[in-house]
C-alpha cells in the first residue's frame, strides 16, 4: 500500500504539471507538444501500463486490508477515543472508492477517446480541445464532478502521504509533524491546481 501509494504521489506531480499546461497557451500549442510526445514515446507508453498496475495493485490492497480490519474488529468504537483522528483518515477506504468511480469517468472522458478513437489521430481534434472540451458551460455538470472529485482526492491524500512513511518507518516524534505538514501541503497543491483547471475554462467560456 505504502509503496503503490507513493508511487501515485509521484504521479499527480507530473499529471499535474502537464494539465496545468493547457493554462499557458491559448490555442494549447505547449500542452499539444507535450501530450503528443508522452502518448508516442517509448517509455511514456510503457510507464502508462506500469501505472496501472500501481493503481490495481493499490486498489486491491486497500481492499483486502479494509477487509481484514473490519473482520479484526467487527463491531465499530462508539466514540473515537483520539481528538486528533482526522475525517480522511477515518475514511480512506471511502475517499478512495469515490476516487476509483471518479477515474472510471476520467478515463472514458480522454483515455479511451484518444487510445481507442480516432479523434486525434483523424484531426478531428487536438489534445487540448478534447481536454477543455468538457469544461464547458452545456457540460457544467462535469466541471462540478471535477471539482468535488480533486476535494476527495486532497482528502484522500492529505493522510495518505504521511501514513506511507509512517508504514515505512518515519514515524518518530521529530519526522511525523513534517510529514503531516508536507502531506496537507500536497494534498492541497494537487487539490487546487487540478480544481483551477476546470474553474479557469468554465468561467473562460462564460465570460
Known amino acids: 500500500m505504502s509503496l503503490t501509494g507513493l508511487f501515485l504521489v509521484v504521479f499527480l506531480c507530473v499529471h499535474l504539471f502537464v494539465n496545468l499546461l493547457t493554462l499557458v497557451d491559448a490555442d494549447g500549442s505547449t500542452f499539444n507538444t507535450v501530450a503528443h510526445f508522452m502518448g508516442t514515446n517509448i517509455i511514456m507508453s510503457v510507464m502508462q501500463w506500469v501505472l496501472g ?4 495493485l493499490h486498489m486491491l490492497w486497500a481492499t483486502v486490508l479494509t477487509l481484514k480490519n ?58 487540448f480541445e478534447l481536454v477543455t472540451s468538457i469544461f464547458q458551460p452545456q457540460y457544467w455538470y462535469f466541471s462540478v464532478i471535477y471539482i468535488i472529485s480533486f476535494i476527495l482526492l486532497g482528502l484522500h491524500l492529505n493522510h495518505s502521504f504521511q501514513s506511507s512513511f509512517q508504514t515505512l518507518g518515519l514515524n518518530n516524534t521529530s519526522w511525523l509533524p513534517r510529514l503531516k505538514f508536507i502531506g496537507t501541503l500536497y494534498a492541497i497543491v494537487i487539490a487546487v491546481g487540478f480544481s483551477i483547471i476546470p474553474i479557469f475554462f468554465l468561467m473562460k467560456a462564460l465570460l
Open 70 to 127: 473490519r473482520a479484526a474488529r467487527p463491531v465499530k468504537y462508539e466514540v473515537s477515543t483520539n481528538s486528533d483522528t482526522s475525517w480522511s483518515s477515518q475514511n480512506m477506504f471511502i475517499s478512495g472508492a469515490t476516487v476509483l468511480a471518479f477515474l472510471v469517468l476520467h478515463l472514458v472522458n480522454y483515455f479511451y477517446k484518444i487510445k481507442f478513437t480516432e479523434l486525434i489521430e483523424s484531426g478531428q481534434m487536438s489534445e
Open 53 to 56: 498496475a500501481g493503481f490495481i
